[in-house]
């Protein structure tokens, strides 16, 4: 008999407190608006520094000559140079957590939202108990892992530093004379997923304390909210567009605002209102509402391939996936290297086979990432680190061109037709652009030796793969010279080579290879030159392995769109896989980055990708995580293990679609490809010869990206999440409809109770809720859609 646990799992409670006058909100009232904007996309909110923050015009205006004057809030203080085009801005002690910039044009006033750091310092203390020390330092999620930004100092008899964190919880380790150890002053310590532990640190209030907006009624030309808060300092704030309503949109309703739709919102196809919330301590969560010519979209078929937050993306590594025409087929030839370093012959004509054979439209896919197309080398070459192995440019991430397509993966003609394909079955096509760096064998590298960046250190040392010590000027390797973007010829180079791809094929963005490496200045420059050359929505997605500081600072309105969430990946990745890890720390990561990136952030979600370990190995047993990934895929036929990695990843792929961001899925992860590290984890595509897991795996992937596409709830809903040992519950909302994911992750069944009546909802996967309870078989998930 099969044991059952009944476990009760109920949202922590919220004051819901009646409008009263202590609820603010904008006096000034935006009369008219202009018929031609100044800023054509809704700009996303500012997060100040501590101390100054320069925030870039060009980010907003395409022409920032056009600003006659310029508002802050109460608590700021600022310069403009007006030459540079740049504000200088400093938040004051007594500036609100939410905070606003105004821009006035032509007698119109555009609205930025500023967001106050919510950093606090927090002091950390190493005893080292009598013994002799000359260094003590930090390392962890907090500073990229990188022990030279947090050094201690001695202060007495123990060491001491203070650092400044946002809310969340950061792993870390103590450096005491370059030896790595945890915390002896801090017992709470989570599994590396690397077979040891990290010590693990809080910071900041519980989010469960914030204040609360959601979407409650729709009505004719209006809509209400509903407010949950504790401090009665309570404000909110409201936008069409980058114009921000006052009084006379917006009144009292019971317990509710109602907020009235602006007439001029009828002229515009697609534009949005937006809706913020703060009291004196924290912001709170934000609401994001599509309009099609003035009214709240109701139906998602309204939703198109253009609505961002409606991209459901997959991963397709050009050379591994589909071999559409052989006569184009050309292995380098080399006798050290190996076949899985060498090209298999999968190209641009196979990817649109696939596109018209209706492979994508199955899966329910709208957005494509293809790997680099580019001009590669025709011949080997050798890696400076161990175990120094040979490889071809299979992968596109060498490149001697940066806008002639590779005639291995085909020519310009080809990747026009796919993407015309594409785009008539609404589907978008990002390519991969690398622009860090080029190919040795780049002609004009070899013309302009001038235009690379350091290789050789004052200190002997290679600038090879230093990624966090010389992040911007760092080499891949020694025959990939990365670029200096200080000098302008390379600047305008690159700015003018990316462009050419969307004006030449109206590809619809970018994924952008290392993008911490890059200066901010190309991506601002890039990002400018686009908005000038095209009035079409382009999605640019970057990859950053890093902080959330990090990786923010490359998020915003004249730069990336989002970036992959790296940090919630690898916590997913843990709980979903090891059987040993509980649902908490990936429920408190994903809490954090809707905290840190918004509400309704464009962040990529994954579920592996061609740089990493297949998740179906790792969580089959077939892999270790604790062993050397790479060299186990050149040593070892990696296989997946148990079959209960088919349960695992069909749950994690649950999970990207529930949650706020673009899922992104690895070519493969629908029928949970095994492998190792790269570049195993870079096997041939398989469409036939599929086993009934593998069939059924894939099936369920449909089904949810089905869910995700089909239900406004998954795109712009408010989302609460709870979780508790191997429970957890995502549940998103927009207005009266709730989609409510439920997993269990133990090796038993459980009962669940969600706080929720779904006994009236539609489950999605054949488990039938009684009440607010179900059963779930273990290793499952259940999705319920239903109204409030």
Same mark, same amino acid.
């Not at 790296?566 to 994903?590: E, G, W």
């Not at 464009?602 to 790479?630: K, Q, V, W, Y």
């Given at each position: 008999?099969?044991?059952?646990?009944?476990?009760?799992?109920?949202?922590?409670?919220?004051?819901?407190?009646?409008?009263?006058?202590?609820?603010?909100?904008?006096?000034?009232?935006?009369?008219?608006?202009?018929?031609?904007?100044?800023?054509?996309?809704?700009?996303?909110?500012?997060?100040?520094?501590?101390?100054?923050?320069?925030?870039?015009?060009?980010?907003?205006?395409?022409?920032?000559?056009?600003?006659?004057?310029?508002?802050?809030?109460?608590?700021?203080?600022?310069?403009?140079?007006?030459?540079?085009?740049?504000?200088?801005?400093?938040?004051?002690?007594?500036?609100?957590?939410?905070?606003?910039?105004?821009?006035?044009?032509?007698?119109?006033?555009?609205?930025?939202?500023?967001?106050?750091?919510?950093?606090?310092?927090?002091?950390?203390?190493?005893?080292?108990?009598?013994?002799?020390?000359?260094?003590?330092?930090?390392?962890?999620?907090?500073?990229?892992?990188?022990?030279?930004?947090?050094?201690?100092?001695?202060?007495?008899?123990?060491?001491?530093?203070?650092?400044?964190?946002?809310?969340?919880?950061?792993?870390?380790?103590?450096?005491?004379?370059?030896?790595?150890?945890?915390?002896?002053?801090?017992?709470?310590?989570?599994?590396?997923?690397?077979?040891?532990?990290?010590?693990?640190?809080?910071?900041?209030?519980?989010?469960?304390?914030?204040?609360?907006?959601?979407?409650?009624?729709?009505?004719?030309?209006?809509?209400?909210?509903?407010?949950?808060?504790?401090?009665?300092?309570?404000?909110?704030?409201?936008?069409?567009?980058?114009?921000?309503?006052?009084?006379?949109?917006?009144?009292?309703?019971?317990?509710?605002?109602?907020?009235?739709?602006?007439?001029?919102?009828?002229?515009?196809?697609?534009?949005?209102?937006?809706?913020?919330?703060?009291?004196?301590?924290?912001?709170?969560?934000?609401?994001?509402?599509?309009?099609?010519?003035?009214?709240?979209?109701?139906?998602?078929?309204?939703?198109?391939?253009?609505?961002?937050?409606?991209?459901?993306?997959?991963?397709?590594?050009?050379?591994?996936?589909?071999?559409?025409?052989?006569?184009?087929?050309?292995?380098?030839?080399?006798?050290?290297?190996?076949?899985?370093?060498?090209?298999?012959?999968?190209?641009?004509?196979?990817?649109?086979?696939?596109?018209?054979?209706?492979?994508?439209?199955?899966?329910?896919?709208?957005?494509?990432?293809?790997?680099?197309?580019?001009?590669?080398?025709?011949?080997?070459?050798?890696?400076?680190?161990?175990?120094?192995?040979?490889?071809?440019?299979?992968?596109?991430?060498?490149?001697?061109?940066?806008?002639?397509?590779?005639?291995?993966?085909?020519?310009?003609?080809?990747?026009?037709?796919?993407?015309?394909?594409?785009?008539?079955?609404?589907?978008?096509?990002?390519?991969?652009?690398?622009?860090?760096?080029?190919?040795?064998?780049?002609?004009?590298?070899?013309?302009?030796?001038?235009?690379?960046?350091?290789?050789?250190?004052?200190?002997?040392?290679?600038?090879?793969?230093?990624?966090?010590?010389?992040?911007?000027?760092?080499?891949?390797?020694?025959?990939?010279?990365?670029?200096?973007?200080?000098?302008?010829?390379?600047?305008?180079?690159?700015?003018?080579?990316?462009?050419?791809?969307?004006?030449?094929?109206?590809?619809?963005?970018?994924?952008?290879?290392?993008?911490?490496?890059?200066?901010?200045?190309?991506?601002?420059?890039?990002?400018?030159?686009?908005?000038?050359?095209?009035?079409?929505? @382009?999605? #640019?997605?970057?990859?950053? &392995? !890093? /902080?959330?500081? *990090?990786? $923010?600072?490359?998020? =915003?309105?004249?730069?990336?769109?989002?970036?992959?969430?790296?940090?919630?990946?690898?916590?997913?990745?843990?709980?979903?896989?090891?059987?040993?890890?509980?649902?908490?720390?990936?429920?408190?990561? @994903?809490? #954090?980055?809707?905290?840190? &990136? !918004? /509400?309704?952030? *464009?962040? $990529?979600?994954?579920? =592996?990708?061609?740089?990493?370990?297949?998740?179906?190995?790792?969580?089959?047993?077939?892999?270790?995580?604790?062993?050397?990934?790479?060299?186990?895929?050149?040593?070892?036929?990696?296989?997946?293990?148990?079959?209960?990695?088919?349960?695992?990843?069909?749950?994690?792929?649950?999970?990207?679609?529930?949650?706020?961001?673009?899922?992104?899925?690895?070519?493969?992860?629908?029928?949970?490809?095994?492998?190792?590290?790269?570049?195993?984890?870079?096997?041939?595509?398989?469409?036939?010869?599929?086993?009934?897991?593998?069939?059924?795996?894939?099936?369920?992937?449909?089904?949810?990206?089905?869910?995700?596409?089909?239900?406004?709830?998954?795109?712009?809903?408010?989302?609460?999440?709870?979780?508790?040992?191997?429970?957890?519950?995502?549940?998103?909302?927009?207005?009266?409809?709730?989609?409510?994911?439920?997993?269990?992750?133990?090796?038993?069944?459980?009962?669940?109770?969600?706080?929720?009546?779904?006994?009236?909802?539609?489950?999605?996967?054949?488990?039938?809720?009684?009440?607010?309870?179900?059963?779930?078989?273990?290793?499952?998930?259940?999705?319920?859609?239903?109204?409030?």
């Amino acid at each position: 008999m099969r044991s059952r646990s009944l476990i009760k799992f109920l949202p922590k409670g919220l004051m819901i407190l009646a409008i009263c006058n202590c609820i603010h909100f904008s006096a000034f009232s935006q009369a008219a608006f202009p018929e031609k904007q100044a800023i054509p996309n809704v700009v996303v909110p500012v997060t100040l520094n501590q101390d100054t923050t320069t925030i870039y015009l060009t980010d907003f205006f395409i022409r920032p000559e056009q600003i006659d004057s310029v508002y802050f809030s109460k608590g700021i203080k600022y310069s403009w140079d007006k030459k540079s085009e740049t504000i200088f801005v400093t938040a004051k002690e007594d500036l609100r957590p939410l905070a606003e910039m105004k821009l006035w044009s032509k007698g119109y006033a555009y609205s930025i939202v500023l967001k106050k750091s919510a950093k606090k310092a927090y002091e950390f203390t190493y005893d080292p108990k009598g013994k002799k020390v000359t260094s003590v330092q930090l390392a962890g999620e907090m500073n990229d892992w990188s022990p030279k930004k947090s050094p201690f100092h001695q202060v007495g008899n123990v060491w001491k530093a203070s650092i400044d964190l946002n809310p969340g919880t950061y792993q870390y380790q103590i450096v005491v004379d370059s030896q790595w150890i945890l915390d002896p002053a801090n017992s709470v310590k989570v599994d590396n997923n690397n077979g040891g532990f990290n010590s693990l640190f809080t910071s900041g209030t519980s989010s469960a304390d914030r204040p609360l907006v959601g979407t409650s009624k729709l009505g004719p030309g209006s809509f209400t909210i509903s407010i949950k808060y504790i401090n009665p300092a309570f404000s909110f704030v409201v936008y069409w567009q980058n114009f921000r309503l006052g009084r006379d949109y917006i009144k009292h309703v019971g317990d509710e605002m109602m907020i009235t739709i602006p007439e001029e919102a009828k002229k515009m196809e697609r534009s949005y209102i937006r809706v913020f919330c703060s009291d004196t301590f924290s912001v709170g969560n934000d609401i994001l509402l599509p309009l099609q010519n003035g009214a709240i979209i109701r139906d998602p078929a309204d939703i198109t391939r253009s609505d961002k937050q409606g991209d459901v993306m997959y991963f397709v590594l050009v050379d591994r996936f589909c071999n559409g025409d052989p006569a184009n087929d050309k292995k380098v030839v080399h006798p050290d290297i190996k076949p899985q370093a060498n090209y298999y012959g999968g190209d641009l004509e196979g990817i649109r086979k696939k596109i018209d054979d209706g492979y994508f439209k199955s899966l329910h896919i709208n957005t494509l990432w293809i790997s680099p197309i580019v001009q590669n080398p025709e011949t080997a070459f050798r890696e400076f680190p161990e175990p120094h192995d040979w490889y071809s440019g299979y992968h596109g991430y060498w490149p001697i061109s940066l806008t002639q397509i590779d005639h291995r993966f085909g020519s310009e003609k080809v990747f026009k037709q796919m993407t015309d394909d594409a785009h008539k079955n609404n589907i978008n096509v990002l390519i991969d652009l690398v622009a860090n760096h080029v190919h040795e064998d780049y002609p004009l590298i070899k013309k302009h030796p001038e235009w690379r960046t350091q290789l050789d250190l004052p200190d002997g040392r290679k600038n090879i793969r230093l990624w966090d010590e010389y992040r911007l000027t760092t080499w891949f390797d020694t025959f990939l010279p990365t670029l200096d973007f200080a000098n302008k010829d390379v600047l305008k180079l690159e700015v003018d080579s990316s462009a050419f791809w969307i004006q030449h094929y109206g590809i619809d963005g970018f994924r952008h290879d290392a993008t911490k490496h890059i200066p901010t200045i190309f991506w601002r420059a890039l990002t400018l030159k686009l908005k000038q050359e095209t009035d079409r929505p @382009l999605y #640019q997605l970057g990859e950053t &392995y !890093g /902080s959330k500081e *990090l990786i $923010g600072s490359y998020i =915003g309105s004249g730069m990336m769109d989002g970036q992959f969430d790296f940090n919630l990946y690898f916590d997913a990745r843990a709980a979903f896989a090891k059987d040993d890890v509980t649902f908490d720390k990936v429920a408190a990561t @994903l809490q #954090q980055s809707i905290d840190f &990136y !918004g /509400s309704h952030h *464009l962040m $990529g979600n994954i579920s =592996g990708n061609h740089d990493l370990p297949r998740f179906a190995s790792l969580a089959g047993g077939g892999l270790s995580f604790s062993e050397d990934t790479r060299k186990a895929g050149w040593d070892r036929d990696v296989k997946m293990g148990s079959d209960s990695a088919y349960d695992k990843m069909a749950m994690l792929i649950a999970f990207i679609n529930a949650i706020p961001g673009v899922p992104v899925i690895y070519y493969g992860d629908e029928i949970a490809m095994p492998g190792a590290g790269d570049p195993d984890n870079r096997r041939m595509m398989v469409f036939d010869g599929l086993n009934d897991k593998q069939k059924k795996l894939k099936e369920t992937v449909a089904a949810l990206f089905a869910l995700r596409t089909s239900h406004l709830s998954l795109m712009y809903g408010e989302t609460e999440v709870y979780a508790k040992g191997d429970i957890m519950i995502i549940q998103r909302s927009y207005f009266s409809e709730k989609v409510i994911f439920v997993f269990n992750k133990s090796k038993q069944p459980q009962t669940i109770e969600t706080g929720s009546n779904i006994g009236s909802y539609t489950p999605q996967f054949g488990h039938k809720a009684n009440g607010n309870t179900v059963e779930l078989p273990p290793l499952s998930f259940e999705v319920f859609v239903g109204r409030k």
